[in-house]
């Protein structure tokens, strides 16, 4: 197409004006090529943070010498030589930074050929510089937003850090805390033995106890047999000492008819007068031991009736010792049920403290595994905070490439 | 006890042996004035009686009490198949009676045969009639010595009237 525009170009031309219409013409082809690159290379404008100025201005120059090779070609008609003067104003102002300007559309005769390809050029610019506008305005606005969400992401990266310094701070807190609840687990792990240790010795103490109790209810029943035997022995006594009483009675009575008869037989001897001399001595003697006799019963009946007194006094208290055994029986057998459930109840306990020891050293366990867990969350805590520093960094330096891009447009007038 | 006992026992032996050793040369000496006598404690006194009028002493056996006789007669007795009399003397003295009295001495005189109460019989001893000293105004008492034993004269007293029942003094 290039070609055949710049064939039909040089005929009616002489040869200067040839010249600048092939110059002419290879600036029109030049032109139209960049025009066709221009998106792409505002495109490459748009990533390629610096020269946007540059690559636009020599970009203008090229329209510019594409619209002098037109007006050249269009010196046959004044109208179309104002025509290219006022457009090259224009594009000049436009080269300027101006993209607001557009080209008048002339009012020439498209029925001729330069003016018609005037008349093209002037339409294809105004829609180049529109498109430019709107890809320039585009730009703008995606640069707005990229301002706005990188402001955005930097706020959350901010509001993170410090929400993991936070995290740090309660993790080190808990820790703390951990160790603490960790060493009153150990002190009553150690409590809770040296408890069933001593209730072990309680559960012996109480089983010996209970034995003791045993042997002292088999004691007490032994008592109580030989109490009981002492009572039948003291009855036993107490009817011998009254056989022994009437015993003495009778003896007693014989003495005092022995007495009798001495008595007489000293009548008897006095009155026999010299002849009865020495039997008055022997019945004298007879008298004697009758009185000696009736004496010796007085004092046996007397310690008899001591005798009778004591097994009385003896029987009284067998009988309130044995009262006395069967309550003592009663009490020590209320003592040994008392101590079988004191033992129950320590055994008991015991078990319960072992049971406690050994569950709170499974919390020991579990709290150095939360020990470790904490260190698991600080390390990772840690990490977090630096990888979202590094990432505040990359947003600031996306941003500075931003503020470049904006400094660079805000050159341009929309 | 025991030291008592030895004492009293060696007083007793002295006793004996005063006994022993004494009489013979009193009696020698005496034997003219001497009387025998049983004595015996009834109430508050201590009697004697000739051992010539007493007949036996024993114990008091069961009195059977005779209706309309003087108060100091307590009954009768029976002492192998002989029926005896039984004189209370303190009723008879009129001095308070002695509940304890529980034996009895037989004495016989003037053909007369009676008991006498007594509390304790204690003793045959020989009084000298020198040593005793009349009682005037007691017709049946031979006399009272110095340990104031009253030695009864049972001549004298079994020949009272009022012992004889149904007698002149009676109705």
């Known amino acids: 197409m290039t070609d055949v525009t710049a064939s039909e170009y040089t005929i009616p031309k002489p040869t200067l004006m040839r010249q600048l219409v092939g110059a002419a013409v290879n600036l029109t082809a030049i032109s139209n090529a960049i025009a066709a690159f221009v998106p792409a290379l505002v495109f490459s404008l748009m990533f390629i943070s610096d020269g946007g100025q540059r690559v636009l201005l020599p970009l203008i120059a090229l329209i510019a010498g594409w619209v002098f090779g037109a007006i050249v070609h269009g010196m046959n008609s004044r109208r179309l030589e104002r025509t290219l003067d006022d457009y090259v104003e224009v594009v000049e102002r436009i080269a300027e930074g101006d993209l607001s300007l557009r080209l008048k559309m002339p009012a020439l005769d498209v029925a001729r050929r330069d003016n018609l390809v005037v008349v093209r050029l002037a339409g294809a610019v105004n829609q180049m510089l529109d498109r430019l506008q709107r890809l320039v305005t585009e730009i703008q606005r995606a640069m707005q937003r990229l301002d706005t969400d990188t402001q955005a992401i930097l706020d959350a990266t901010a509001r993170q850090i410090a929400m993991a310094n936070e995290q740090d701070a309660v993790v080190t807190e808990t820790t703390a805390t951990v160790n603490e609840v960790r060493a009153t687990v150990t002190e009553t792990a150690e409590r809770a033995q040296s408890v069933a240790e001593t209730a072990q010795v309680s559960v012996d103490i109480s089983r010996s106890g209970t034995d003791a109790v045993s042997e002292t209810i088999s004691g007490m029943s032994l008592i109580r047999r030989r109490v009981e035997d002492i009572a039948d022995n003291i009855l036993v006594l107490s009817e011998h000492t009254q056989q022994i009483g009437e015993i003495i009675a009778t003896v007693n009575n014989l003495a005092d008819q022995s007495r009798m008869l001495a008595l007489n037989a000293s009548v008897e001897a006095a009155r026999a007068g010299e002849e009865g001399k020495g039997f008055a001595v022997v019945a004298m003697e007879v008298r004697n031991l009758a009185d000696q006799n009736r004496d010796a019963t007085v004092q046996v009946r007397e310690i008899l009736g001591e005798i009778q007194r004591a097994t009385n006094a003896a029987v009284m208290v067998t009988e309130e010792g044995s009262k006395g055994v069967d309550q003592g029986q009663m009490l020590v057998n209320k003592a040994g049920e008392s101590i079988r459930d004191l033992a129950n109840a320590i055994e008991e306990a015991a078990l319960a403290a072992m049971q406690i020891a050994a569950s709170t050293r499974q919390q020991t366990i579990g709290m150095d595994q939360l020990t470790g867990a904490m260190k698991t969350i600080k390390h990772a805590t840690t990490e977090t905070v630096s990888s979202t520093m590094q990432v505040e960094a990359s947003i600031q330096r996306l941003r500075d490439a931003a503020n470049k891009v904006n400094s660079l447009l805000s050159g341009l007038k929309i | ?171």
């Open chain 2, 1 to 171: 006890m025991g030291w008592d006992d030895d004492a009293r026992q060696r007083d007793l032996l002295r006793q004996r042996a005063e006994q022993y050793a004494a009489p013979l040369k009193r009696r020698d000496e005496t034997l003219a004035d001497a009387l025998t006598v049983l004595t015996f404690r009834l109430g508050a006194e201590t009697y004697g009686v000739d051992v010539a009028a007493v007949r036996a002493v024993r114990q008091l056996p069961r009195v059977t009490v005779v209706p309309a006789v003087p108060a100091f007669y307590r009954g009768v007795v029976n002492l192998r198949g002989q029926i005896i009399s039984v004189l209370d003397l303190t009723a008879f003295f009129d001095l308070p009676p002695d509940v304890d009295a529980g034996e009895l001495i037989v004495v016989a005189a003037a053909n007369l045969e009676l008991g006498l109460l007594a509390r304790h019989v204690e003793d045959v001893q020989t009084v000298p009639r020198s040593t005793l000293k009349p009682l005037d105004s007691i017709r049946w008492a031979l006399g009272v010595t110095a340990e104031q034993l009253v030695v009864l004269d049972i001549q004298q007293l079994l020949m009272d009237e009022r012992l004889i029942i149904g007698a002149a003094g009676d109705d």
